[in-house]
């Protein structure tokens, strides 16, 4: 069933994640989705589930030779497995070849020379490999498709790992060699990667395909973005914490936003920046089973509750700074930022008091642990002032409307959490958000007994 009224002018970006385009079947039930909505003309995949770690581990450079030979098999084994299945695999095993030895090439120099560029490179092969395969089982269910590679427009910065894209060269470009293929076609193109420009190919970093697909969507003046993952929508929290979570139906961008920053995994805080700027409503779906719907996220909803979800994002490094001189003192907060952007880090929440200040670090690379502060940042800090680190917290946000307005809501919020220590809380800088840490130990606790008193 299409998501979007079916006339000419209507334009679906549809964005596919790794567990869709998984194998033969996940990428057949992912093609469906794109057969049964006509507006669905720019799909934009991911690489197979699991292929960007082996690709990760390749570029990192590995001597043992027979560990690379492993590696570069599974790889072979994946994209061979699906190419078993089609009607006419002749059509693309020349060009799936080509690129699976091209990545032996580059793990071969990885090997010797590992490098931020070589990686985006070689990371990059797994989505080009994907749509070689996406785009033959759509031609095969007689669907009219051409393969694109994205990198002919999606131009970005040379900032290799975490590439910033420049959305009016996008744009521009998009207009000239996208726009002219919508015509009578699909076009199968890649999410994550993109290219600078001297043509060297780069990586938009984490969440790159949803925030690739949500750039097409915005260059091209598409009228719906859809994004296809593992899960029906978003949930009222993460239903591995509590199986009563509730599924929600309609959310506006900014509940959408304060979500994605505060740790609600299905969507990266970078998605809804070009969706937000055109106005272009999201739909996220199950392309496991589209037909239980999913998630609306537009500019106004028809409902705007108190409390709407709680996220959790885990991880979290607290930097609490004390110093006697800051009492009644100008330009303390100056120099401790100006320190901070001097190394480079970035602050995510933060609280103060007479004499001390405390704030999170945002995470902002690939590492998946918790973030650290540098420390030649730790040695400047200390002269001016008592520097204390503490890791194991995790942030709890609650997620709604008009709560820092609205009398009695931190009663209920608090009353229910008597039991246990938060720390750092932060409350009325935003109308959609009330956040605080608890220790890690602590946090599924919380919010499993916040959700059953304000969302059940």
């Known amino acids: 069933m299409s998501l979007v009224d079916n006339n000419a002018t209507a334009l679906t970006v549809a964005k596919f994640g790794g567990t869709s385009v998984a194998d033969f079947t996940a990428m057949s039930r992912s093609a469906a989705i794109v057969k049964q909505n006509p507006a669905a003309r720019i799909v934009l995949i991911s690489a197979c589930s699991g292929v960007t770690n082996l690709l990760v581990e ?12 492993q590696l570069l098999t599974r790889l072979k084994e994946i994209h061979r497995n699906v190419i078993s299945e089609l009607k006419s695999p002749e059509n693309v095993l020349t ?27 070689l990371v990059s092969h797994g989505e080009l490999l994907s749509t070689h395969l996406f785009s033959q089982i759509l031609n095969e269910m007689g669907v009219n498709t051409i393969r694109f590679d994205i990198r002919n427009i999606m131009r970005t910065d040379s900032q290799f790992g975490k590439a910033i894209p420049q959305p009016e060269m996008i744009r521009q470009l998009a207009a000239a060699e996208l726009q002219p293929l ?35 969507a915005e260059a091209t003046d598409a009228s719906t973005l859809e994004i296809w993952t593992d899960v029906p929508g978003m949930y009222s929290t993460d239903p591995r914490i509590t199986s009563a979570a509730k599924p929600i139906k309609e959310i506006s961008f900014s509940e959408a936003s304060e979500m994605a920053n505060f740790g609600a995994k299905i969507l990266h805080p970078s998605t809804l920046v070009p969706a937000i700027r055109q106005q272009i409503p999201v739909f996220i779906g199950s392309s496991k089973a589209p037909e239980q719907g999913g998630t609306w996220i537009r500019e106004s909803v028809s409902e705007a509750p108190l409390f709407r979800a709680l996220a959790l994002r885990c991880n979290q490094t607290m930097v609490t700074l004390t110093s006697l001189n800051m009492f009644h003192a100008y330009g303390f907060l100056a120099e401790v930022f100006r320190i901070l952007a001097e190394h480079k880090v970035s602050v995510d929440l933060i609280t103060t008091s007479e004499v001390s200040v405390s ?7 690939t590492g ?89």
Do not use: W
Not at 185 to 214: E, H, M, P
Not at 359 to 365: I, N
């Open 182 to 216: 919508l015509e009578n076609q699909v076009v199968v193109s890649q999410g994550f990667i993109g290219s600078d420009s001297k043509g060297n190919t780069t990586t938009l970093g984490r969440g790159g395909s949803d925030y690739s697909a949500a750039l097409v």
């Open 368 to 456: 998946g642990g918790a973030p650290t502060l540098p420390e030649k940042a730790v040695k400047e800090l200390n002269r001016l002032c008592r520097v204390e680190v503490e890791q194991g917290l995790c942030l709890v946000a609650l997620i709604g409307n008009q709560m820092s307005s609205t009398k009695g809501s931190a009663k209920q919020i608090f009353g229910t959490l008597e039991d246990y220590n938060l720390r750092m809380i932060c409350y009325g800088a935003s109308p959609h958000n009330l956040c605080f840490l608890v220790k890690e130990q602590d946090a599924k606790s919380v919010v499993k007994t916040l959700h059953k008193k304000i969302l059940e």
């Open 359 to 365: 704030l999170t670090l945002d995470q902002t690379d």
């Open 95 to 121: 060009e799936v070849d080509s690129l699976l030895d091209s990545v032996s090439i580059l793990a071969e120099q990885a090997a010797t020379q590992p490098s931020i560029p070589l990686t985006d490179q």
């Open 58 to 69: 390749l570029a990192n450079g590995i001597n043992d030779s027979a560990r690379r030979q």
